[in-house]
């Protein structure tokens, strides 16, 4: 079974651009999950997406939004970058028989904003 | 708001010893999640090992195993016959079952050949 992939691997971007990650979950998982990984604020949770609908919101601002396709793929867009906004960004995804809170997470894109 | 403490930034160990991470969180809840998270410097985050709150008998998996103390809010994990590929970032992270897990800052673990 393929795993969680994430494309782009890696981004440049400058500051005021906008930017979308994508993330294909594991086939038959309905859960994406996205964090954001920074040296100074560490692993942060944004949202979490089940079947095209957000059930659960991090501390992020407007800026950061997300969706979920009809297949399970999910996306989610920077808008108006920030130096800041340069992270790692992380997708999990949740379904397997393991039970709904084992979350697998893909290789992440690496951000960076100019 | 719940909250994960990892007060070890760095452990170190030498090859085939046995080293213990420890992790501590705070919550008021009685049903969660805990985990302990792998990313080594390719920074794919791999879980290692999980454990339901609910039970009382401590996750083990091969080399890797928990000492969960409900109480005292305290999630350690020990890891026995280190080995080189065991070198990463270790963290801890709780989960109430809303899919939102909340992590600790990480430890980033040395072994020494």
């Known amino acids: 079974k393929a795993g969680v992939t994430q494309t782009p691997r890696y981004l440049i971007k400058t500051r005021g651009q906008q930017v979308t990650l994508s993330c294909s979950p594991i086939?038959?998982?309905?859960?994406v999950s996205w964090y954001q990984q920074t040296p100074g604020q560490g692993l942060q949770f944004l949202f979490e997406?089940?079947?095209?609908?957000?059930?659960n919101k991090g501390n992020f601002p407007g800026r950061f939004s997300g969706r979920q396709f009809s297949n399970s793929r999910s996306e989610m867009n920077v808008s108006t970058l920030e130096l800041g906004d340069s992270a790692l960004y992380l997708c999990?995804?949740?379904?397997?028989?393991?039970?709904?809170?084992?979350?697998?997470f893909g290789p992440g894109t690496r951000l960076t904003v100019l | 708001a719940q909250t994960v403490t990892q007060s070890q930034p760095e452990m170190s160990v030498q090859e085939a010893e046995t080293v213990t991470l420890s992790c501590t969180y705070d919550?008021?809840?009685?049903?969660?999640?805990l985990f302990w998270y792998k990313q080594p410097p390719s920074r794919q985050m791999i879980l290692v090992i999980r454990?339901?709150?609910?039970k009382q008998q401590n996750a083990t998996e091969n080399r890797f195993s928990v000492n969960f103390q409900k109480a005292a809010k305290s999630f350690s994990l020990k890891i026995s016959d280190s080995q080189l590929g065991d070198a990463a970032m270790y963290f801890c992270?709780?989960?109430?079952?809303?899919?939102?897990?909340?992590w600790g800052a990480g430890t980033k673990l040395i072994i020494k050949p």
């Open positions: 999990a995804s949740t379904g397997g028989a393991g039970g709904p809170n084992e979350q697998f």
């Open positions: 086939s038959g998982h309905r859960s």
């Open positions: 997406y089940f079947s095209e609908t957000q059930r």
């Open positions: 919550t008021s809840e009685s049903d969660y999640y």
């Open positions: 454990q339901e709150a609910y």
């Open positions: 992270a709780y989960c109430e079952g809303n899919y939102q897990l909340i």
